[in-house]
């Protein structure tokens, strides 16, 4: 009976000292891994500093935009392929050699590393690829410095080219310098001339990042500035998501959009950035699903659907969102613009939670938008209607009305909703009455300044109109 006991306190014993600490360890590695994961969720839904300071630049062998990338992704740093990456030297060549042989690969990382800076002619990178593309910009990237530089027999219409992609990353810890200033300074350019005018020249000028009938694209972390015309412009693109970037131009440099999207659909773009010359976003025709969330915009022309009809043309948006942002020092807040004579639709938009701050023109609707004093009166028109505008808060320049509501004679603009709009004068207690012409809708809640131009119902030459829906 006596070697039972001993027996059985053996076992224990022996289960005390080898099983226990194991099990210990494993629980404790499982919760190591619990507060990790919650930790880089905090992380992504931090909200965007105005300060141009960013988070550092991600790894290429980890990319936080592909939430299933691995370590199986083969790495192209542009310098094994003889890129210089000293300002001066022509790179274009081993850029498009290690783009080349990157999309021949399953998964791939194209890197350029920092601490260099590529000078890179025009060019565009072609697919479609065999597999998913990340291209990891750490260093500089920089163009050909002005229009004398520039190659005489490449296009002065863009810089950077992604035609026919798709699934690929444009993120990094990088810088893109457009090199805009001998652009912004042509003769030509409007705020060169005298009084404004234009001298009649060419006056071409490129965009420095375009993506072209391409769908699954995620740009991330990056800071571009001072692009000679447009910074970025997603052209018949699907599947759009646009995260923590930096956008910067000085306030008077000319059409230097910060992100242009046309035709295309499936738009994401978040907790970014812009500061320019002209509209922080700009929607042009054939654009839907469009979500815009986070952004800081100023100083600058502000956010924008358009414009929209020139040249008669038609154009057709719907479904987009505008939330959770705020504009500074812009000539314009939330706006849509349209030309005379052309047709179409704008509908299904709103504008939520945002914060105006020093804003000329907080809220606008422009259906008779022209460039010159010679644009005359049309019967046709892109028809507007189904706008939201919730949760609006800030100050406006006193110099004009904080909404402005210009609709077209002939299609009225239709199912305007306001509601929570607190707007007040940056200086001075003088409120401007707002502006409406021909335009319907309603009141959700009382406004500051108060409202009583919108018309009620709906239009009888709306309900009579014969256009064809989008």
Request: glycine share 8%; with cysteine.
């Amino acid at each position: 009976m006596a070697n039972c006991h001993v027996s059985r306190l053996i076992f224990c014993m022996y289960f005390i000292c080898f099983f226990l600490p194991s099990s210990q360890a494993r629980w404790h590695n499982h919760r190591k891994h619990k507060h990790t994961h919650h930790h880089k969720v905090s992380q992504i839904s931090a909200p965007p500093s105005p300060s141009p300071s960013l988070p550092p630049a991600p790894s290429p062998a980890n990319p936080p935009s592909d939430r299933n990338a691995n370590n199986t992704s083969t790495l192209f740093d542009v310098r094994k392929f003889g890129a210089v990456g000293d300002g001066m030297t022509d790179d274009t060549e081993p850029f498009k050699m290690a783009w080349d042989s990157a999309c021949q690969a399953d998964s791939a990382v194209i890197l350029a590393p920092s601490g260099f800076s590529f000078m890179i002619q025009p060019t565009i990178f072609t697919g479609p690829c065999e597999g998913r593309l990340v291209f990891q910009v750490d260093g500089t990237l920089t163009p050909p410095d002005g229009p004398d530089s520039w190659p005489t027999n490449k296009s002065r219409h863009q810089w950077l080219v992604f035609y026919r992609i798709n699934e690929m990353s444009l993120q990094g810890g990088g810088v893109i310098d457009g090199r805009g200033q001998k652009w912004w300074d042509l003769p030509c350019k409007p705020h060169k001339g005298i009084n404004g005018t234009r001298v009649p020249r060419p006056c071409d000028s490129p965009i420095a990042i375009r993506f072209f009938v391409s769908s699954n694209l995620t740009v991330q972390g990056l800071r571009i500035k001072d692009s000679p015309q447009f910074h970025f412009r997603f052209d018949n693109c699907v599947n759009v998501h646009v995260e923590s970037l930096h956008i910067t131009a000085p306030a008077l440099s000319p059409n230097t959009d910060g992100i242009h999207v046309e035709n295309t659909s499936g738009v994401e773009i978040y907790d970014s950035v812009i500061s320019n010359g002209d509209d922080c976003i700009s929607i042009g025709s054939g654009c839907y699903d469009v979500d815009i969330r986070n952004l800081t915009c100023g100083p600058g022309h502000g956010i924008s659907i358009g414009s929209l009809g020139n040249h008669n043309s038609r154009a057709c948006v719907s479904n987009i969102t505008v939330r959770d942002s705020v504009i500074k020092a812009s000539d314009n807040g939330v706006r849509i613009k349209t030309w005379q004579g052309g047709s179409g639709a704008v509908s299904g938009v709103k504008f939520s939670n945002i914060h105006m701050v020093a804003v000329r023109n907080p809220l606008i609707i422009d259906q008779f938008y022209c460039l010159t004093k010679e644009c005359t009166n049309q019967t046709s028109a892109v028809s507007v209607s189904d706008i939201i505008y919730e949760s609006i808060k800030g100050t406006y320049d006193i110099g004009r009305p904080p909404m402005r509501f210009a609709c077209s004679d002939s299609v009225p603009c239709a199912n305007i909703t306001l509601s929570d709009i607190e707007l007040l004068p940056a200086q001075g207690d003088i409120v401007h009455d707002p502006f409406c012409w021909n335009a319907y809708g309603q009141l959700q809640t009382l406004t500051i300044p108060p409202v009583s131009c919108l018309m009620e119902g709906t239009p009888r030459s709306l309900l009579d109109n014969n256009m064809e829906s989008c």
